[in-house]
Nanobody, 126 residues
Framework: QVQLVESGGGLVQAGGSLRLSCAAS????????MGWFRQAPGKEREFVAT????????YYSDSVKGRFTISRDNAKNTVYLQMNSLKPEDTAVYYC???????????????????WGQGTQVTVSS
């Protein structure tokens, strides 16, 4: 069982930055591929970014590539999402997710993930 707790959301102006954190419980954090997803009001949950168990591989959605950076610190059981050049369309609840997988095939499907956090709100004003 893994529990995930996100933090770092808030209100920011367009062009600004935020860093989200996701703290995971348990001793086997390094066995998990981690991902970030988001859900805007009235829309389906969408993939944002994912990172392999070692941190050596990352994959981003086209909408955030070049602006967002996912990283992890296995010693701290934490995954991060650095968000720069934020746009109003980035407004959503952001969710952290964990997938028990140590391979190299990173994908976008939310169905592959085993555990989810409660989400943190990010609001970007224009």
């Amino acid at each position: 069982q893994v529990q995930l707790v996100e933090s770092g959301g808030g209100l920011v102006q367009a062009g600004g930055s935020l860093r989200l954190s996701c703290a995971a419980s348990g001793r086997t954090f390094s066995s998990y591929t981690m991902g970030w997803f988001r859900q805007a009001p009235g829309k389906e949950r969408e993939f944002v970014a994912t990172i392999s168990w070692s941190g050596s591989l990352t994959y981003y959605s086209d909408s955030v590539k070049g602006r967002f950076t996912i990283s992890r610190d296995n010693a701290k059981n934490t995954v991060y999402l650095q968000m720069n050049s934020l746009k109003p369309e980035d407004t959503a609840v952001y969710y952290c997710a964990a997938r028990y997988y140590r391979g190299s095939k990173l994908g976008q499907s939310s169905y592959a993930y085993d555990y989810w956090g409660q989400g943190t709100q990010v609001t970007v004003s224009s």
